[in-house]
Structures are given as structure tokens and as C-alpha cells.
């Protein structure tokens, strides 16, 4: 069974700049998540998704924003990006019944 | 508002001997604790959970003990290898519908490093 999968690995964009993250999860989970881990803030909750809506939103500011499509796979986009948004981006999957999520490797996001 | 607290923030032991992760917790609403183990370049990886109707549960050589009066909960890593060296991270989930539900909260994170 395929894990959670995240495309692309590694990123590097400019300051001002936009970047889509793209996230695939397990087969027949439902229930898709997105995290931003960092050295000094740890792993943050971004926001939630079930059946393309979105359940719950963490504390990060309006140029954070994801989205779910009918298939389950998710993608999360930064607007104007800032030096502070560089990351170790995470998603992950629950069948949403099981509460044991999945997480995939991540996307590695450097601001510049 | 750091809702988890996790301690220590590192930790070094001997092949062998058995490491304790603990953690806090403030929001009562939690109903689903986990612990995640993370090697570096990797995501977060569960480890083994516990619901708070349990005081202890057991998998392998990774034990979780539960203390739902004072709101605290540990894992025991019983004779710890070099694998084991990584970054632990305890979290508590909301499972029913409600504020701040559906979201995993997690503590700092400890690096433990285990030396043969």
C-alpha cells in the first residue's frame, strides 16, 4: 500500500513569490491534513480537509490556503511568500475513523 | 498557548537503559493521545496512542503510561537501541466534533540519542 505521498521534495522560491504543495494520501482516506514544522515553532497545525471541505483551520494568516479535490488528493498554496514561511511543509492522511495518521515526508520550502 | 508540554528537550542514554518522554496537557476535550517518531528527512511516524479510559498500554518495547487526574501522560522506550535515536514528539487529538477538533497538537519534541 502506497504511503502519503508529496510532491515536490524540495523548493526554493523567491520572497513575493506563490508556491502549490501537492499531496496524495493513502488510498481511501478521506480525511487529509497539513502541518508546517519548524525549529522554533515545532509542527503547527495548518488546516484540515474531509471530502473537499475544510473542517478546521489553524492560526496562520490569510496567504495560507488548501484545498481537496473529489479524488482526496490535496494541495496547500502560500501567496507572498516571506523569509519566515520557509519550512518543512507535512501532510497527512486518516481514513478518519482510525485516528492514526500518516504523515508523508514533506516538502522542504526555502524562502530566499 | 502551548496546549502540550513535552520534557525534556533532549536526552542521552546508554544502550539499554530506558528513556522517559513526558507530557502535559491543558485542554480536557483531548480524548486521543499519540506519539510520533521522526528520523531526520523523514515525516513524523506513529508510534503507538493511547485513549484516557487507559492508565498504560504496551507495544513492543514502547510503553505509554496515562494520568488522566493530573493530566500528564509518558512513554517508556524499555531497552533502547541506537535505532531508537530520533525525535519524539507526544500529541493530543480532539476525535469528536467541536473547537479546535480534527487537528493533531503537538509538544516540542525530544531528541533523544542513544549511545551503544
Known amino acids: 500500500k502506497a504511503g502519503v505521498t508529496q510532491t515536490p521534495r524540495y523548493l526554493i522560491k523567491t520572497r513575493g513569490q506563490q508556491v502549490t504543495l501537492s499531496c496524495s494520501p493513502i488510498s481511501g482516506h478521506r480525511s487529509v491534513s497539513w502541518y508546517q514544522q519548524t525549529p522554533g515553532q515545532g509542527l503547527q497545525f495548518l488546516f484540515e480537509y474531509f471530502s473537499e471541505t475544510q473542517r478546521n483551520k489553524g492560526n496562520f494568516p490569510g496567504r495560507f490556503s488548501g484545498r481537496q479535490f473529489s479524488n482526496s488528493r490535496s494541495e496547500m498554496n502560500v501567496s507572498t511568500l516571506e523569509l519566515g514561511d520557509s519550512a518543512l511543509y507535512l501532510c497527512a492522511s486518516n481514513w478518519d475513523q482510525n485516528y492514526g495518521y500518516t504523515f508523508g515526508s514533506g516538502t522542504r520550502l526555502t524562502v530566499v | ?116
Not at chain 2, 45 to 62: H, N
Request: aromatic share 14%; net charge positive.
Open chain 2, 1 to 116: 498557548q502551548q496546549q502540550v508540554k513535552q520534557s525534556p528537550q533532549s536526552l542521552i542514554v546508554q544502550k539499554g537503559g530506558i528513556p522517559i518522554i513526558n507530557c502535559a496537557y491543558e485542554n480536557t476535550a483531548f480524548d486521543y493521545f499519540p506519539w510520533y517518531q521522526q528520523f531526520p528527512g523523514k515525516g513524523p511516524a506513529l508510534l503507538i496512542a493511547i485513549r484516557p479510559d487507559v492508565s498504560e498500554k504496551k507495544e513492543g518495547r514502547f510503553t505509554i503510561s496515562f494520568n488522566k487526574s493530573a493530566k500528564q501522560f509518558s512513554l517508556h522506550i524499555m531497552d533502547s537501541q541506537p535505532g531508537d535515536s530520533a525525535t519524539y514528539f507526544c500529541a493530543a487529538y480532539r476525535t469528536y466534533s467541536g473547537a479546535g477538533s480534527y487537528q493533531l497538537t503537538f509538544g516540542k519534541g525530544t531528541k533523544l540519542s542513544v549511545i551503544p
